[in-house]
């Protein structure tokens, strides 16, 4: 026997089993993103290596550590999978000069890659439910979608969620700020971990995120971004909490939030669990102003999240949602007659809509009514070969309840109906 190949680790297959209550968070962003005004964009999986390096960051973990990136042996190009979708969004918006005719509302969906390690909710294929909203400037469009995810988790049935929102200012304030920063961890150096000191002076705001409890006091009592923004930064986070105040939308300041890329500016944000440990944030994202002209376009303001559909599909199963992809119909039948009304029959279902399964391959009536139940059918239709000579059908429901009744082929559509 020939040796068996298993899946690479970190990428996963998503059995059939999983796959109705995946469509229904899918469906559910759908829905709700459209609700909004967002349209949709797809976007290659593929992209040009510099994209990410000058987009994300040189320095971030994504570009220093979690990329797949590659030189392409046919003509030498350096490509990446897409680590996530800003930057690939924001290329599509400047090459096609999207925002020519005025600001965009987008979002894309679809598997994302990056080196790391495996854990609960976390994998190296992973899926992301992204928004870009390109030329609002005002605090508007930041809290729309901070309101628009809270709906998406209430229509997915999804409770006990935070959301937490910071600001980071604009560039100026944030090189001021990042020098303050520096001399203090500086100063603090001996408690500093390999990471924080690895990051000190290429990301030091990141430093701010660490998890690391020997180093939280003095994380705590280091100088906040908040005490030295100016006027314009002060107006836009006083706005957005206005509108967040207005929309009854709950949320908590903090100052340690920076998230992870350098593109962001002002707002940031994060919806967290936690459901999930260590693996808290389920949603995340922000403004950044200049990443379009970074990226070769004019200067465009524009805000976006990405939402990690992987910990969003845990705290769904967390909280008992269910969903169901069984066929409207499946379809009895034995003896050779049956065998020949039974595709016919249900063709004809198929064609007025109805999902229908017929049974293939033999078996008793009893075998075939616990495939049946098990399909998650509605209903059973029921052809014998006296109901085939008789151009009738049994019609048993297998859900609600009800009473077996037989009526004639030609009426089975109103009475499934009915």
């Given at each position: 026997m020939a040796d068996k190949f298993q899946s690479i680790k970190g990428f996963y297959d998503i059995l059939p089993d999983n796959t109705a209550l995946w469509q229904k968070l899918e469906d559910t962003a759908r829905r709700v993103l459209a609700q909004y005004g967002y349209r949709n964009i797809r976007l290659p999986i593929?992209?040009?290596?510099?994209?990410?390096?000058?987009?994300?960051?040189?320095?971030?973990?994504?570009?220093?550590?979690?990329?797949?990136?590659?030189?392409?042996?046919?003509?030498?190009?350096?490509?990446?999978?897409?680590?996530?979708?800003?930057?690939?969004?924001?290329?599509?918006?400047?090459?096609?000069?999207?925002?020519?005719?005025?600001?965009?509302?987008?979002?894309?969906?679809?598997?994302?890659?990056?080196?790391?390690?495996?854990?609960?909710?976390?994998?190296?294929?992973?899926?992301?439910?992204?928004?870009?909203?390109?030329?609002?400037?005002?605090?508007?469009?930041?809290?729309?979608?901070?309101?628009?995810?809270?709906?998406?988790?209430?229509?997915?049935?999804?409770?006990?969620?935070?959301?937490?929102?910071?600001t980071i200012g604009d560039v100026a304030e944030r090189a001021a700020y990042r020098q303050s920063l520096i001399a203090y961890f500086e100063a603090h150096a001996d408690l500093l971990d390999e990471d924080a000191k690895r990051r000190l002076h290429a990301n030091p705001l990141r430093i701010l995120d660490s998890k690391n409890p020997r180093m939280q006091d003095m994380i705590n009592a280091a100088p906040k971004l908040f005490d030295v923004l100016g006027d314009d930064s002060r107006q836009h986070y006083q706005g957005l909490c206005r509108l967040l105040d207005e929309a009854g939308v709950a949320y908590t300041l903090n100052t340690r939030l920076v998230r992870g890329l350098d593109y962001y500016n002002r707002t940031v944000f994060e919806w967290v669990t936690t459901k999930l440990g260590a693996q808290g944030t389920i949603a995340g994202g922000g403004r950044y102003d200049s990443l379009v002209e970074t990226l070769g376009g004019k200067p465009t303001p524009a805000c976006g999240f990405g939402m990690g559909m992987e910990r969003v599909f845990l705290l769904m199963q967390e909280y008992g949602v269910t969903a169901q992809d069984g066929p409207d119909v499946y379809l009895v039948n034995a003896g050779e007659a049956a065998g020949r009304v039974a595709p016919r029959l249900a063709e004809q279902l198929r064609n007025a809509g109805l999902a229908v399964t017929v049974h293939a391959g033999g078996g008793s009536f009893k075998s075939q009514m616990k495939k049946a139940d098990g399909s998650g059918a509605r209903f059973a239709l029921i052809i014998g070969d006296n109901e085939a000579a008789d151009a009738t059908v049994v019609i048993k429901p297998l859900r609600d309840g009800g009473e077996q009744r037989t009526v004639a082929q030609a009426d089975v559509l109103a009475a499934l109906k009915g």
């Open positions: 593929v992209e040009p290596t510099g994209l990410f390096v000058r987009g994300v960051g040189e320095h971030t973990d994504i570009v220093e550590k979690e990329m797949y990136a590659w030189t392409d042996a046919l003509n030498g190009d350096k490509l990446a999978l897409r680590p996530e979708g800003t930057a690939g969004c924001v290329r599509a918006v400047v090459e096609h000069s999207l925002t020519y005719n005025g600001p965009q509302r987008l979002w894309y969906m679809g598997p994302m890659f990056r080196h790391e390690n495996v854990q609960k909710g976390r994998q190296r294929q992973f899926h992301q439910v992204g928004a870009e909203a390109f030329g609002y400037d005002g605090p508007d469009v930041d809290a729309e979608q901070m309101v628009m995810l809270a709906r998406l988790w209430r229509e997915l049935g999804i409770a006990d969620v935070e959301l937490q929102i910071n």
